[in-house]
């Protein structure tokens, strides 16, 4: 696999707070997308997904914003609770052929009670 | 109903050595994806297995194998393992693989080479 820093960026919030997560994929003919929240010791689990053809799709205190043009991929969290701290990751998926889920890099919440 | 399942949670090996991880997807999935993580990184794909055959492959090296039993359940072989290889190994299954896919994690499997 490819070699990057150790070092995810962070992203620190008071608990209440609204926090936006930012993802810029790769491909272009990506057609679906998801995020993932991954707690220490877990795998990955599901939050939300949206397919290209939506800009925006809210879930139970999320919400999902897709800009196909410079894509771009936000995690909106209301009301951030400190049991959404995490790691958070975009993933992409081409619509061709044997395709597989291309994870981002993935961003840190930490959210202070 | 149970999620996927890995084992072992914990493996430690050295240098040169083999390691084998196990996977069972959740029942009625067919396909079953794994992933490493190695420590601080995002995942990266490895391989993707539906109804027993290899459909993709990442960008690793033919050490890293694995094969997709009649039942569904996988397992990953690791041959001459080096020490970057310590990772964390997640399994992923869902349904069918093609198309938009939601994928299930397990626990993942934490592989240290000593």
């Known amino acids: 696999g490819e070699s990057v820093g150790l070092h995810l960026p962070t992203l620190s919030v008071q608990e209440g707070d609204n926090s936006i997560i930012n993802c810029a994929y790769s491909?272009?003919?990506?057609?679906?997308f998801i995020w993932y929240k991954q707690e220490s010791g877990k795998g990955p689990q599901f939050i939300i997904d949206?397919?290209?053809?939506?800009d925006k799709r809210q879930g139970q205190r999320v919400t999902v914003l897709l800009n196909k043009t410079v894509k771009h991929l936000s995690l909106q969290i209301a009301a951030t609770q400190p049991g959404d701290s995490a790691v958070y990751f975009c993933?992409?998926?081409?619509?061709?052929?044997?395709?597989?889920?291309?994870f981002g890099k993935g961003t840190m919440l930490l959210v202070s009670p | 109903e149970a999620g996927v399942t890995q084992s072992p949670t914990h493996l430690i090996k050295t240098r040169g050595q083999q390691a084998t991880l196990r996977c069972s997807p959740i029942?009625?999935?067919?396909?079953v994806y794994w992933y490493q993580q190695a420590l601080g990184l995002g995942l990266q794909f490895l391989l993707w297995?539906?109804?027993?055959?290899?459909?993709n492959r990442g960008n690793f090296p033919p050490r890293f194998s694995g094969r997709q039993f009649p039942n569904y359940s996988s397992e990953l072989n690791v041959n001459a393992l080096e020490l970057e290889d310590s990772a964390l190994y997640l399994c992923?299954?869902?349904?069918?693989?093609?198309?938009?896919?939601?994928?299930?994690f397990g626990a993942g499997s934490r592989l240290t080479v000593l």
């Open positions: 992923a299954s869902s349904l069918l693989g093609a198309g938009a896919n939601v994928l299930t």
């Open positions: 491909n272009s003919a990506s057609d679906y």
């Open positions: 949206i397919r290209s053809n939506m």
């Open positions: 993933a992409e998926l081409p619509l061709a052929g044997y395709s597989t889920l291309t």
């Open positions: 029942s009625g999935h067919t396909s």
């Open positions: 297995y539906d109804e027993g055959e290899e459909r």
